[in-house]
């Protein structure tokens, strides 16, 4: 089952929702679990890969939405 991440935009609070595709599908409703707010945005956290890597520094660079330009 599918982990979504979200945001209060009341309090900051970070929550992760577990959830089928198909509840998102429908219209998944998210409360925020520390203050009640229900204006809660969907953002995505960290990749974690698990596998090798090739190429000089034997590791990649991922780059999150605020980095800027230049980053990756």
Do not use: D, H, R, W
Not at 10 to 19: G, I, P, S
Not at 21 to 38: F, N, R
Not at 47 to 72: D, E, R, V
Request: with cysteine.
């Amino acid at each position: 089952m599918p982990t979504y991440e979200y945001i209060c935009l009341k309090c900051q609070e970070k929550t992760e929702v577990f959830a089928s595709i198909a509840q998102k599908e429908k219209g998944l409703k998210v409360s925020c679990p520390k203050c009640g707010g229900e204006k809660m945005i969907q953002f995505f956290g960290s990749l974690n890969l698990i596998g090798s890597s090739k190429g000089a520094g034997g590791g990649a660079t991922y780059c999150g939405p605020q980095s800027g330009a230049g980053c990756c």
